[in-house]
């Protein structure tokens, strides 16, 4: 079975495409001046590695890849990286489509891919935009296997003006929830691998074919019809799976609303004692995410980033449930295995996974 980190395959984008429009379009973004910068790529330093000693005492995890290591970007850069991160990723979905159906290879034709490359550049672009940091799970070939914690400069400097944030504080709140995302990939043995994995069995089952992308738009039609909207759960990724896609998808909803909910609680009890605006922070950046309207909602779930925000409550409620019914040392069990990960079912029910996992749960009302 062939591996994510293998870039043999047939390439799904024309990714030099995606990176030119990054580019451009960060020319209409004032950039930092030199000392801004600087002072950012010090408190960042400073913050990820204290970042890293506070999550590994609130959790037990130890990272098996070196020390934590923080960079500091612009929107373009960020970009740049995720079109790195992107194509590494998607690299077997070029040798899926290529082995597949011949009527999917139209997808791998130079125009096809223009236009992917157009496409992930534009979404990149918005969402470069919004992101105040990030952990690199693909790192490029010959990088330290930790990959980097990404920080947007610009982005965090703008939100620290707007809000008369504290800059030491707040950026050292941004790399608890970061540090917290690298140490529960590095720090648990077989969490890359399994998340690759993931990616790896929804990639090679396929392009739906034409009676698959029918059914998918009937069900979106009774979604609609009922009151629901398809595309804030899944995106619209998930709105064109295939059953079999869309069961690979939702097992990969459950991990990383585990992944993003853990984070969250992370922060908070890291942070405590260490960053005293941490309510304010958190009050002013759930606001922020729920503030899109309009196009900028459309875009927002049609990428599946409306599903994220809800991982960030759910996988929250899930660890602040276990922890308060059975202790941190039955969550831990969350970490010994694959077969341990709750499901979406059980994120939503808490106990159910309690009592699978050996512990004591009240009853169901």
């Given at each position: 079975?062939?591996?994510?980190?293998?870039?043999?395959?047939?390439?799904?984008?024309?990714?030099?495409?995606?990176?030119?429009?990054?580019?451009?379009?960060?020319?209409?973004?004032?950039?930092?001046?030199?000392?801004?910068?600087?002072?950012?790529?010090?408190?960042?330093?400073?913050?990820?590695?204290?970042?890293?000693?506070?999550?590994?005492?609130?959790?037990?995890?130890?990272?098996?890849?070196?020390?934590?290591?923080?960079?500091?970007?612009?929107?373009?850069?960020?970009?740049?990286?995720?079109?790195?991160?992107?194509?590494?990723?998607?690299?077997?979905?070029?040798?899926?489509?290529?082995?597949?159906?011949?009527?999917?290879?139209?997808?791998?034709?130079?125009?096809?891919?223009?236009?992917?490359?157009?496409?992930?550049?534009?979404?990149?672009?918005?969402?470069?935009?919004?992101?105040?940091?990030?952990?690199?799970?693909?790192?490029?070939?010959?990088?330290?296997?930790?990959?980097?914690?990404?920080?947007?400069?610009?982005?965090?400097v703008a939100l620290e003006r707007r809000h008369g944030f504290a800059p030491r504080e707040f950026r050292l709140w941004i790399a608890l929830h970061e540090v917290t995302h690298r140490l529960q990939f590095t720090g648990v043995p077989w969490m890359r691998e399994y998340f690759l994995g993931l990616v790896e069995r929804g990639m090679s089952l396929g392009v739906p074919d034409a009676h698959q992308l029918?059914?998918?738009?009937?069900?979106?039609?009774?979604?609609?019809?009922?009151?629901?909207?398809?595309?804030?759960?899944?995106?619209?990724?998930?709105?064109?799976?295939?059953?079999?896609?869309?069961?690979?998808?939702?097992?990969?909803?459950?991990?990383?609303?585990?992944?993003?909910?853990?984070?969250?609680?992370?922060?908070?009890?890291?942070?405590?004692?260490?960053?005293?605006?941490?309510?304010?922070?958190?009050?002013?950046?759930?606001?922020?995410?729920?503030?899109?309207?309009?196009?900028?909602?459309?875009?927002?779930?049609?990428?599946?980033?409306?599903?994220?925000?809800?991982?960030?409550?759910?996988?929250?409620?899930?660890?602040?449930?276990?922890?308060?019914?059975?202790?941190?040392?039955?969550?831990?069990?969350?970490?010994?295995?694959?077969?341990?990960?709750?499901?979406?079912?059980?994120?939503?029910?808490?106990?159910?996974?309690?009592?699978?996992?050996?512990?004591?749960?009240?009853?169901?009302?």
């Amino acid at each position: 079975m062939g591996t994510v980190d293998d870039n043999s395959g047939p390439e799904l984008a024309a990714w030099d495409v995606a990176t030119r429009i990054g580019r451009e379009a960060s020319r209409f973004t004032t950039p930092l001046d030199a000392r801004t910068r600087h002072r950012l790529e010090v408190d960042f330093d400073e913050a990820t590695a204290r970042a890293e000693e506070l999550v590994e005492v609130a959790t037990g995890l130890r990272s098996t890849a070196g020390r934590a290591r923080g960079l500091v970007v612009d929107r373009a850069g960020w970009v740049e990286a995720n079109v790195g991160s992107l194509r590494r990723l998607l690299a077997l979905a070029g040798r899926a489509i290529a082995e597949s159906d011949p009527r999917g290879r139209g997808a791998l034709s130079p125009a096809a891919r223009v236009a992917a490359g157009v496409e992930i550049g534009l979404q990149l672009t918005w969402m470069s935009s919004k992101v105040l940091g990030q952990y690199d799970l693909m790192p490029f070939d010959g990088d330290d296997a930790a990959g980097f914690v990404y920080y947007v400069g610009p982005n965090v400097v703008a939100l620290e003006r707007r809000h008369g944030f504290a800059p030491r504080e707040f950026r050292l709140w941004i790399a608890l929830h970061e540090v917290t995302h690298r140490l529960q990939f590095t720090g648990v043995p077989w969490m890359r691998e399994y998340f690759l994995g993931l990616v790896e069995r929804g990639m090679s089952l396929g392009v739906p074919d034409a009676h698959q992308l029918l059914e998918s738009l009937r069900r979106a039609a009774v979604e609609f019809w009922e009151g629901r909207n398809p595309l804030a759960e899944v995106g619209l990724v998930g709105l064109l799976a295939s059953p079999d896609q869309l069961t690979t998808l939702r097992e990969a909803q459950a991990l990383m609303s585990l992944l993003e909910g853990h984070g969250e609680f992370v922060m908070a009890r890291a942070g405590e004692g260490e960053v005293a605006g941490a309510t304010r922070f958190a009050s002013v950046l759930a606001a922020r995410r729920a503030s899109a309207k309009g196009v900028a909602k459309l875009v927002q779930q049609a990428l599946g980033l409306e599903a994220k925000l809800h991982q960030y409550s759910a996988g929250r409620q899930f660890v602040e449930a276990v922890e308060t019914e059975a202790g941190a040392r039955l969550f831990a069990r969350v970490w010994e295995s694959p077969e341990m990960l709750p499901t979406m079912e059980e994120i939503g029910a808490p106990g159910r996974w309690v009592t699978r996992a050996g512990g004591v749960s009240a009853p169901s009302s």
